[in-house]
C-alpha cells in the first residue's frame, strides 16, 4: 500500500514539473526584429508571419497561404481526439485581413500543418494544394474534389504572377517516441475530425519556392532537406523552420543551411516555426518552451551560416520583398 502511495506521488510529481517545465519560455531577445514598414506599393510582394509555417503572401491581386494552422491545440488536448476550431480560424484570418485567397499550399500533414487547410480553403475559397495525404485531409474536411490539387514536384503552379514549385523536403528528425506518435507515413483514407493526432501523418514534406517578377523566396516548413533538390532554383528569401534545429549536429545544420538558403542564394532568412504552437496566435506569441526548443540555439544554427541579413517577423506584421537587381530565370 506505501508502494502504491509511493508511486502516486512520484507521478503527481513527474507531471507537476513537466506542467511547470511548460510554462517557461525563452524571448526573442536581441533577435534581429524586422523594422515596421508602409503599406506595399501594388504590385509589391508582401510576406505575413502567421505562426508555424503559416506565411500569407500577396501582391495585392492575388493571396496566397502556407498550411493555415490557426487551431493551436494546447499540449493537454494532443491525448484526446482533436479537430480544427472555426472561432480561432475566424479570428486569426480577420486580425490577418484575409477574406479570400487563391491557394493554400500545404508542406506537409502532420496536424500543425495541415488540420486547418480544408476548413481555411473553404471559408476563402482558396484551391488546397499538397500531398496525396493532404489530399486526404482536405477530403475529410468536407472540401469539393475540384478544389483538391495533388501536387506534382517541381511542376508549376500559376496563380495571377506567382508560381509555385513543390520541392521534395525532409522533416526535421525527432526522437522516436515522437514521430511514432505524431506519425511518419502517408494517409490513405480521409480523416474526418475529432481524429488522434497521429491521423495527421506526416507524408511527402516540401519546401515551396514561390517566383514572381517583384521577388521570389523560398519557405521550408520543417527543418529538413533532401540534398541538391534546391540547386536548380533562385530565391532572394529564405524563410526556413527553426524548431529542433538546435538540437542537430553542426554538421546536419550545416547541410541544411547549405541545401536551402545556399542553394538558392537567399540574400536574407526569416526564421518561421519557432513559436510556441500550443497557445494561442497573438502578435507577442512566445517561442516555444525551452523544454522542446532551444531558441537562441536554433536561431545560432541559421544565422551563424549564413551570409546575409537575418530577420525574426512577429506574426501578424507585413513585410515586403525587395524586387531583385536584376531579372533571374528561376524555372527548373
Not at 501536387?151 to 525532409?170: K, M, N, S
Not at 511518419?184 to 497521429?198: F, H, M, R, S, Y
Request: aromatic share 8%.
Amino acid at each position: 500500500m506505501k508502494f502504491a502511495r509511493w508511486i502516486l506521488c512520484a507521478l503527481l510529481i513527474l507531471i507537476l514539473a513537466a506542467s511547470l517545465s511548460l510554462q517557461f519560455a525563452p524571448t526573442l531577445g536581441d533577435w534581429p526584429r524586422a523594422a515596421k514598414q508602409p503599406p506595399p506599393e501594388p504590385g509589391q510582394v508582401s510576406l505575413t508571419f502567421l505562426g508555424t509555417s503559416t506565411v500569407l503572401i500577396s501582391d495585392g491581386t492575388t493571396h496566397l497561404l502556407t498550411d493555415g494552422y490557426f487551431s493551436r491545440v494546447s499540449i493537454p488536448e494532443l491525448f484526446t481526439r482533436i479537430a480544427p476550431n472555426r472561432e480561432r480560424i475566424q479570428q486569426a484570418l480577420d486580425q490577418a485581413g484575409i477574406d479570400t485567397l487563391d491557394a493554400i499550399a500545404v508542406l506537409h500533414s502532420h496536424f500543425d500543418h495541415v488540420m486547418d487547410s480544408g476548413i481555411v480553403a473553404e471559408m476563402t475559397g482558396a484551391q488546397m494544394l499538397g500531398s496525396s495525404s493532404s489530399a486526404m485531409v482536405g477530403r475529410g474536411s468536407g472540401l469539393a474534389e475540384e478544389r483538391i490539387t495533388t501536387v506534382q514536384t517541381h511542376h508549376p503552379y500559376r496563380f495571377g504572377d506567382f508560381t509555385l514549385y513543390f520541392v521534395p523536403a525532409g522533416h526535421v528528425p525527432l526522437p522516436d517516441i515522437i514521430e511514432n506518435w505524431t506519425g511518419k507515413g502517408e494517409i490513405t483514407e480521409p480523416v474526418t475530425p475529432p481524429a488522434p493526432l497521429g491521423a495527421w501523418e506526416e507524408g511527402q514534406s516540401y519546401g515551396l519556392v514561390i517566383t514572381h517578377p517583384a521577388g521570389n523566396l523560398l519557405i521550408q516548413g520543417s527543418a529538413g532537406m533532401q540534398p541538391g533538390e534546391l540547386d536548380r532554383y533562385q530565391a532572394d528569401y529564405a524563410l526556413l523552420a527553426s524548431a529542433s534545429l538546435g538540437k542537430q549536429s553542426e554538421a546536419y545544420q550545416q547541410g541544411f543551411m547549405e541545401e536551402t538558403a545556399g542553394a538558392v542564394g537567399a540574400h536574407t532568412v526569416i526564421p518561421v516555426h519557432w513559436d510556441n504552437f500550443f497557445v494561442e496566435l497573438t502578435a507577442e506569441v512566445p517561442p516555444l518552451p525551452w523544454v522542446l526548443d532551444n531558441l537562441d540555439a536554433s536561431f545560432h544554427a541559421m544565422a551563424d551560416r549564413h551570409d546575409g541579413d537575418f530577420l525574426v517577423l512577429p506574426p501578424f506584421q507585413r513585410f515586403t520583398l525587395e524586387p531583385p537587381t536584376a531579372a533571374t530565370d528561376t524555372a527548373p
